[in-house]
């Protein structure tokens, strides 16, 4: 007998069990292998292939609102409308506002506080005087208006005369609407930096920046203030002593030894002693 090299038939069996790995496998290749850019999240331009973007069908949401489709039904109902606006003149225009003055009104009649020292025969003088200034400032310009019109009609004058239209918006001060400093304050808290401590020349200096000509400058301050220390209280000792004196002198300061003071009257003047030391030690 030869060699058979015939291939044996497969079953059905086997042959759906084959297509069933190679299934498999593909899926398992699919998985193993790196995700494409629509499915690993956040994607640059720079990630992924140029116009990529317009070969995949995209899902997103739009922030604003759909502009409306224009057709040309749309069109001539926009236009029929306009067109019966004009004729009913039914127009949609702004209304021009007028600012209304800050300044509060009263309804009642302003009284006048202030005695008039004048008559009423000079008071009813200066209200026709002020009705007639009206009336010949009306009178003016309306000589002016026709004198306009006239001379626009010969050939001299070429255009009319330009009105200036000047309108006055009286504001109300901000003093009166709050006040600027505080209320609670005392004359302290108002005084200025300079005017507690006088401002040093020159630049300020730590210690470590200070050098030989700094350090003896502040020694010589110090000095001097040490002086006026010392001079002060030898004044206050000299006072003290020369007030005592007097004192004695009067016959108002007695030694405690000759006479028998009460408790009262020793506390008393020890009190007022002790006031008038402390009177001159502030002085």
């Given at each position: 007998?030869?060699?058979?090299?015939?291939?044996?038939?497969?079953?059905?069996?086997?042959?759906?069990?084959?297509?069933?790995?190679?299934?498999?496998?593909?899926?398992?290749?699919?998985?193993?292998?790196?995700?494409?850019?629509?499915?690993?999240?956040?994607?640059?331009?720079?990630?992924?292939?140029?116009?990529?973007?317009?070969?995949?069908?995209?899902?997103?949401?739009?922030?604003?609102?759909?502009?409306?489709?224009?057709?040309?039904?749309?069109?001539?109902?926009?236009?029929?409308?306009?067109?019966?606006?004009?004729?009913?003149?039914?127009?949609?225009?702004?209304?021009?506002?007028?600012?209304?003055?800050?300044?509060?009104?009263?309804?009642?009649?302003?009284?006048?506080?202030?005695?008039?020292?004048?008559?009423?025969?000079?008071?009813?003088?200066?209200?026709?005087?002020?009705?007639?200034?009206?009336?010949?400032?009306?009178?003016?310009?309306?000589?002016?208006?026709?004198?306009?019109?006239?001379?626009?009609?010969?050939?001299?004058?070429?255009?009319?005369?330009?009105?200036?239209?000047?309108?006055?918006?009286?504001n109300m001060a901000s003093l009166r609407k709050e006040e600027v400093g505080p209320m609670a304050s005392?004359?302290?808290?108002?005084?200025?930096?300079?005017?507690?401590k006088r401002h040093e020349k020159g630049e300020i200096k730590g210690s470590d920046e200070r050098g030989?000509?700094?350090?003896?400058r502040e020694r010589r301050k110090k000095k001097v203030h040490l002086d006026d220390f010392q001079n002060?209280?030898?004044?206050?000792?000299?006072?003290?002593?020369?007030?005592?004196?007097?004192?004695?002198?009067?016959?108002?300061?007695?030694?405690?030894?000759?006479?028998?003071?009460?408790?009262?009257?020793?506390?008393?003047?020890?009190?007022?002693?002790?006031?008038?030391?402390?009177?001159?030690?502030?002085?």
């Amino acid at each position: 007998m030869g060699a058979v090299n015939d291939e044996q038939e497969e079953s059905g069996f086997q042959k759906r069990q084959k297509k069933l790995k190679a299934k498999i496998a593909a899926v398992e290749e699919e998985n193993l292998a790196p995700r494409s850019w629509e499915l690993s999240g956040e994607v640059t331009a720079m990630d992924r292939q140029t116009n990529s973007m317009l070969e995949k069908h995209v899902d997103y949401d739009h922030g604003r609102r759909i502009a409306p489709l224009i057709t040309l039904d749309k069109t001539e109902r926009l236009e029929a409308m306009i067109i019966q606006r004009i004729k009913d003149k039914a127009f949609d225009d702004v209304e021009r506002k007028d600012r209304d003055q800050d300044t509060a009104r009263s309804y009642r009649v302003p009284l006048q506080e202030k005695i008039s020292k004048k008559s009423l025969a000079e008071v009813y003088e200066e209200q026709y005087q002020q009705k007639n200034n009206l009336r010949a400032k009306y009178i003016c310009v309306v000589l002016m208006f026709w004198f306009t019109v006239l001379n626009s009609l010969s050939n001299v004058f070429g255009y009319l005369q330009v009105r200036p239209e000047i309108t006055i918006v009286n504001n109300m001060a901000s003093l009166r609407k709050e006040e600027v400093g505080p209320m609670a304050s005392t004359e302290e808290m108002l005084v200025a930096p300079e005017e507690v401590k006088r401002h040093e020349k020159g630049e300020i200096k730590g210690s470590d920046e200070r050098g030989s000509t700094d350090r003896a400058r502040e020694r010589r301050k110090k000095k001097v203030h040490l002086d006026d220390f010392q001079n002060h209280r030898i004044l206050n000792r000299q006072k003290r002593r020369e007030l005592a004196e007097r004192k004695v002198k009067n016959g108002k300061r007695r030694s405690l030894k000759a006479v028998n003071v009460k408790s009262t009257n020793f506390f008393k003047e020890l009190q007022e002693t002790a006031m008038e030391e402390v009177n001159l030690v502030f002085i």
